[in-house]
């Protein structure tokens, strides 16, 4: 007979796996679609379209995998990861506004691309989880 904790383990091994495969896939579908036009295949709106759709695809496929993968670890890491995704959601989103009402009133005089909105999104997703780690040891 299996021992249930292996095979939790197991699950969340494979479920880890399948996030980094869907994550590496939607990495790669967007450089393609990002980068396509200027190196492989010009101004093609069919090929522009198709790239764009894979990449929304992939995309669907890492957001499956990512709620997956919530689902399968312990209630302590699901806790450390769902904070650092609220503090990530909302230091973006509070901090776009802001950045958006000062654009609007003429007090910042250059624009944010939304790369940049991702990174940061990305940064302060990667620092949540490190202190909640810290933080729950």
């Known amino acids: 007979m299996q021992d249930p904790q292996h095979t939790g383990d197991r699950r969340t091994l494979?479920?880890?796996g399948w996030l980094a495969v869907w994550t590496l896939a939607w990495v790669l579908t967007l450089a393609v679609a990002q980068f396509g036009p200027e190196?492989?295949?010009g101004s093609s709106p069919v090929l522009?379209?198709?790239?764009i759709i894979v990449n929304l695809l992939a995309g669907a496929g890492w957001i499956i995998a990512h709620a997956r993968f919530l689902r399968g670890v312990d209630d302590l890491w699901r806790k450390i990861l769902m904070d650092a995704m609220a503090i990530a959601l909302g230091v973006v989103l509070v901090g776009g506004c802001a950045f958006a009402a000062?654009?609007?009133?003429?007090l910042v005089a250059?624009?944010?691309?939304i790369a940049l909105l991702s990174i940061v999104m990305a940064v302060v997703y990667l620092i949540a989880i490190a202190v909640g780690s810290m933080r729950y040891r």
């Open 14 to 16: 494979s479920d880890t």
């Open 110 to 113: 250059f624009d944010v691309d």
């Open 102 to 106: 000062a654009r609007s009133a003429g």
């Open 39 to 41: 190196l492989w295949w």
């Open 48 to 51: 522009g379209w198709v790239a």
